[in-house]
């Protein structure tokens, strides 16, 4: 029996049935890179492939000792959904299905539930959006602050420090105290 | 480029646009802002940034006593962009004269003179802690006296702990000032409000979903 310990997708990995996207703003969404780890000492697996929206795509497959990682759509990216249409941590979940080849000549059908988690915007304090949170954005905020153009940001909610619907001073040094204490995290 | 110049007890940085700078450091310094009132002053733990809140650009920055060694700086200029900068350490004659004849051609910064300027000093604080001058005519959003009234007039923010209390400075008669539903603006653990609130709402979701 082959068994599945672990896997990733886009550099997210996971042990557990889910995996968590963050940060994915808009557009279509493509899943890349999908790995999974087996593992079995009576076993192997010789062929696999996984099955998206009745189209299969091959595994390239590495064998160390007893375990081996199928990866999956190494240069195949597969579009999944657009972004667009999701609300802010709105989740999607997705059966993937796993057809491996055994070298007892069996073929084995697994069933991954993975679940997305979206974050729309980004991170509060990342005001210019760039994934990461330093004086670069407490600048950018304060500019938006005195111009009145924080607003315009939509949703506003990487500028709203403090959660009172307004963008102020009090999100500036907020923003600034939070980043210099390391309270505030990147990404 | 930007050229960012401390020793001798004091701070500045050489750029065209410089509206923001963010330092980390090694040492412990009493903080005298030099810039101007379009520019604030904060520090916790190891770092110390300058931002602006109101029109303007950074040349002269802070004077300082106590040992300071700057490990690390990003500036920002009026776009919000990264301006590669580099540090110079400006040695003064006081400390070249700990140092030994023979270093003087050595890099200054291997020289073994201190990083102290005047006395040394225990913890890092500001000598203009405060965030003074602030009115609420000019401030998109509400502020509350604890009775749950709002509150229209001066206030200035302790730059420590973001509260906000009332009064043009701090006195002795300052009153605590709140957001909507009793939230203090005072927060000590520097967590925005947003932040905490957003992880909460994520570890629901999340919560919802095993259970689900």
């Known amino acids: ?187 | 480029m930007a050229k960012l110049y401390y020793g001798g007890g004091s701070t500045t940085i050489e750029g065209s646009d410089i509206r923001g700078v963010e330092i980390r450091y090694r040492g412990a310094i009493e903080i005298e802002d030099k810039t101007s009132n379009s520019f604030v002053i904060s520090h916790q733990k190891n770092g110390i940034m300058i931002f602006p809140v109101g029109e303007g650009t950074l040349n002269e920055l802070f004077d300082y006593t106590g040992e300071f060694r700057i490990l690390s700086v990003i500036v920002a200029d009026s776009n919000a962009k990264r301006v590669p900068t580099t540090i110079h350490r400006v040695m003064d004659y006081s400390e070249l004269l700990t140092g030994n004849s023979e270093d003087m051609t050595t890099k200054s910064e291997d020289l073994s003179a201190t990083y102290i300027s005047g006395k040394k000093v225990a913890k890092t604080l500001l000598k203009q802690p405060n965030l003074n001058n602030q009115h609420t005519s000019g401030h998109d959003g509400a502020l509350y006296l604890s009775d749950g009234n709002l509150w229209q007039g001066y206030f200035h923010v302790h730059l420590a702990d973001n509260n906000a209390m009332t009064g043009k400075e701090h006195t002795e008669d300052s009153q605590d000032l709140y957001y909507a539903d009793n939230k203090p603006t005072k927060n000590p653990s520097l967590v925005p409000y947003n932040v905490i609130i957003r992880n909460r709402k994520r570890k629901r979701v999340l919560r919802n979903r095993r259970r689900y």
Do not use: W
């Open chain 1, 1 to 187: 029996m082959i068994n599945i310990y672990g896997y990733s997708i886009g550099g997210n990995s996971g042990k557990f049935e889910e995996i968590y996207n963050r940060d994915l703003t808009d557009g279509d969404f493509s899943i890349s890179n999908l790995s999974i780890r087996t593992q079995s000492d009576t076993e192997t697996v010789t062929k696999a492939k996984i099955n998206i929206r009745q189209n299969e795509y091959p595994a390239n497959i590495t064998t160390d000792g007893n375990r081996q990682t199928l990866i999956f759509l190494e240069n195949t990216p597969v579009m999944i959904f657009n972004v667009n249409k999701l609300k802010d941590l709105q989740t999607r979940n997705y059966i993937y299905t796993f057809i491996l080849t055994t070298s007892e000549l069996e073929t084995q059908y697994v069933h991954r539930n993975i679940i997305y988690t979206f974050n729309k915007y980004s991170n509060v304090g990342d005001v210019d959006g760039n994934g990461q949170i330093n004086v670069l954005d407490v600048v950018a905020l304060s500019d938006g602050v005195i111009s009145g153009n924080c607003k315009d940001i939509e949703d506003g909610y990487p500028c709203d420090l403090t959660g009172d619907g307004g963008y102020n001073v009090l999100d500036i040094t907020t923003l600034a105290n939070s980043i210099l204490a390391g309270s505030i995290k990147n990404g």
